[in-house]
């Protein structure tokens, strides 16, 4: 699958509110603002029969009316589909989550549960599939998360793949760090799982820690990118650190697809 435009501007927003950084304070921002959570339109090449579109985000981190965003976002989705796109029906749309969907109401960070956002996509769309951000948990021990990943219509990937629809999906949760920390990997072993998974050829890797993309100065991890580099082309979701501008495409003609702060929606051409 092969992304072949994006719109240049949101088509839509999502109102929410969110932590203020150190720099919107010291420009005299309150500790929390509203903010508008941006929604674009971009078409492929083509979607497996089964689906009509798409919709691909991530770092949902805020609130909606005193609650994760994510618990909300799911609702307003299905309205703006129903809104512009009178053929596309939820039943018919995957969701693909690039992580980190937990927030503090009133602190930058933390770390906590995501099952019921994870759910509240897979209640109103086909399914939903995804990896978890360095912020997300799945319940407090390794049984919770097994399963978890065995309910119907969720795909949470932990350095493993699986088709669904036709789409070969893979992934892998958490970042490059201490190991010690949470949802957190040595670089040699995060980029060993990389390495495992890209001969696969998926159509869609999924990961919250991005490749770089220094020509543009785009962050990311330049060993990220130096190992899709050295794969087969495919298409990669993630998120975690923000960029300009949504699209870019490696030397070998992987796409990288930052949802970090937006939300794509996916359709055929």
């Known amino acids: 699958m092969r992304i072949l435009d994006i719109s240049a501007e949101p088509i839509d927003a999502i109102p929410y509110q969110l932590v203020a950084s150190q720099e919107m304070r010291a420009k005299g921002a309150a500790s929390v603002v509203s903010a508008r959570f941006p929604i674009f339109e971009g078409r492929v090449d083509a979607l497996p029969e089964e689906l009509d579109a798409l919709v691909l985000a991530s770092d949902l981190q805020g609130q909606i009316d005193g609650a994760l965003m994510g618990l909300s976002v799911p609702a307003w989705l299905e309205l703006f589909l129903g809104l512009y796109f009178e053929a596309c029906l939820a039943a018919r749309v995957g969701v693909i989550l690039g992580g980190d969907l937990f927030s503090l109401p009133t602190k930058r960070g933390g770390l906590g549960d995501v099952r019921e956002v994870w759910s509240a996509f897979q209640h109103r769309f086909r399914w939903v599939a995804g990896v978890l951000g360095n912020h997300d948990q799945i319940g407090s021990r390794r049984t919770e998360m097994q399963a978890f990943q065995h309910k119907r219509g969720i795909?949470?990937?932990?350095?493993?793949?699986?088709?669904?629809?036709?789409?070969?999906?893979?992934?892998?949760?958490?970042?490059?760090?201490?190991?010690?920390?949470?949802?957190?990997?040595?670089?040699?072993d995060y980029l060993a799982c990389l390495t495992r998974l890209l001969p696969q050829r998926p159509d869609i890797l999924i990961l919250h820690e991005p490749p770089d993309f220094p020509s543009e100065g785009f962050p990311g991890r330049v060993a990220v990118r130096e190992a899709l580099e050295c794969g087969a082309a495919t298409l990669v979701c993630c998120g975690h650190r923000h960029w300009p501008e949504p699209l870019r495409e490696l030397t070998n003609g992987t796409q990288v697809l930052n949802c970090e702060g937006r939300i794509v929606i996916l359709r055929s051409a």
Do not use: M, Q, Y
Request: glycine letters at 14%; hydrophobic letters at 35%.
């Open 155 to 188: 795909f949470l990937f932990d350095g493993h793949s699986s088709k669904v629809d036709g789409l070969h999906l893979a992934g892998i949760s958490g970042v490059i760090g201490r190991a010690e920390k949470p949802n957190c990997r040595e670089a040699t």
